[in-house]
């Protein structure tokens, strides 16, 4: 109990750390099994806790089409990010949010797995945790402002239609730029 205290106020002490922060915002190619088109756009709060290491909370709003359904989602992530000298970006991520799916066909909607649904033509929520990772580029490395380039494969999974052992994946491709520094 003694240690889990100590993380925990650990944790908050370097969350609420002087440091630089930055307010991000970025848009990108969303690709639910890369082919399955859409577009995600993220606003980011980026607490630099280095000056190569920063833990960014991240929301993202994605929209995208399956042959199905289209899908809404919303997730925030929080994770990592660390810059190296050469311009290089890594990142990972964990995230919860929800997906509202709406779907193409009447009342029945049944996937690749076999998993089925009644809908009623409705939109139907669901549950979505997620983890992503990623890697970028900051396009900006010498002057004040950062424009990154990043790809990030990410999981995630509709907990109210497939279980854990079936998660969804997609490809996001896209350009972060920060508007404001403090």
Request: proline share 4%.
């Amino acid at each position: 109990m003694k240690r889990t205290i100590t993380l925990i106020c650990c944790l908050l002490y370097s969350f609420f750390a002087v440091g630089q922060t930055r307010i991000n915002a970025g848009i990108g190619y969303f690709g639910e099994n890369i082919s399955n088109p859409g577009i995600v756009l993220e606003f980011e709060y980026e607490k630099m806790h280095a000056e190569d290491f920063s833990i960014p909370i991240r929301a993202d709003f994605g929209l995208h089409s399956n042959p199905g359904f289209n899908a809404l989602t919303f997730d925030v992530h929080t994770g990592f990010r660390k810059y190296f000298e050469s311009g290089f970006m890594l990142e990972q991520a964990i995230g919860l949010g929800l997906i509202g799916k709406k779907f193409k066909n009447d009342i029945w909607f049944f996937d690749d797995y076999s998993y089925g649904i009644s809908h009623g033509n409705k939109t139907v929520i669901g549950f979505m945790p997620s983890i992503t990772m990623g890697a970028g580029y900051n396009l900006s490395k010498e002057k004040k402002g950062v424009d990154l380039i990043w790809i990030r494969p990410k999981i995630f999974w509709d907990l109210g239609f497939r279980p854990l052992n079936l998660p969804y994946w997609a490809l996001q491709m896209g350009l972060t730029h920060t508007f404001k520094t403090r």
